[in-house]
C-alpha cells in the first residue's frame, strides 16, 4: 500500500493535535445540550471515532449513508441510502460529521434531508475542507484542516474504496489517478460510497 504513496500531508501528530481542538470547540458549544453525532459512511469513520473520544460530554451517535454519481470531473446528484430512525432525528441538535467537504454537495444535500426530518438545528463538523473545489455554498461549522485542490487518501478517505486504513493523510503517486481526472478511475464504477 505505501509504494502507492507520493508524500505524506498530514501525519498522525498533526491529525491528533487538530481533533483535539476541534473536540475542545464542540465540547463548548454543545455542552449542556443533548445532541446526536451524525457520521457520514464510510469515509468519516475513523475521524468520528476518534473524535467523540476527545468530547467528555453527554451525545449519541447516527449513521448515514450517501453515494454520489460521478461523470468525469463533473459531480452527479447524491443518493441517500441509509437515514438514521425518525426518533433519532426529529427534535435533535445534530452534528453532522463528514471526511472531506468537497463540492459540497454530499454535505448541504444531508443537511437539508436532516431538517425535512425535524432536526432542531444541524451543524457540520468535517476533517478536510478543499475551498477551492466548492460548486455549492456550503461552509463547515468546524474544519481540523484546510487542503488543497489535490486528491488525498487515508485516514477514511478512499480511492476505489481503498486506502482507508492508513493512519495518516497521503497524496497518491499521479500515475495511479487517470489523467482526465480521478472519478473516471477504474474500479470507481460510477457509483460508490462516497
Ligand atoms: P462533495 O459532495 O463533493 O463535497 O464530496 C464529498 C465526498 O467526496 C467525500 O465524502 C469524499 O468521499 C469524496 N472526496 C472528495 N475529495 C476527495 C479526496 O481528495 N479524496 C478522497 N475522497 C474525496
Ligand atoms: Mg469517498
Redesign the pocket.
Known sequence: MHKDLQRILLDESEIRAAIERVAGEVTAEFEGRAFTVVS?LK??ILFVADLIRHIPIQLELAFVG?S?YRESTV?GE?SIEMLPADGEIEGREILLI????????????LSEELHRRGAASVKTCVF?D?PS???VA?QADWRCFE?ED????GYG???AGRYRNLPFVAVLKPQLLLADG?ETAPGLGGRG??
Open positions: 457520514v469515509g468519516s450517501a454520489s459531480s447524491l463528514d471526511d472531506i467537504l468537497d463540492t459540497g454537495r454530499t454535505l448541504s444535500r478536510l478543499k473545489r466548492r460548486a456550503m487542503v489535490e486528491f488525498v487518501v478517505l478512499d480511492y480521478v460510497a462516497r
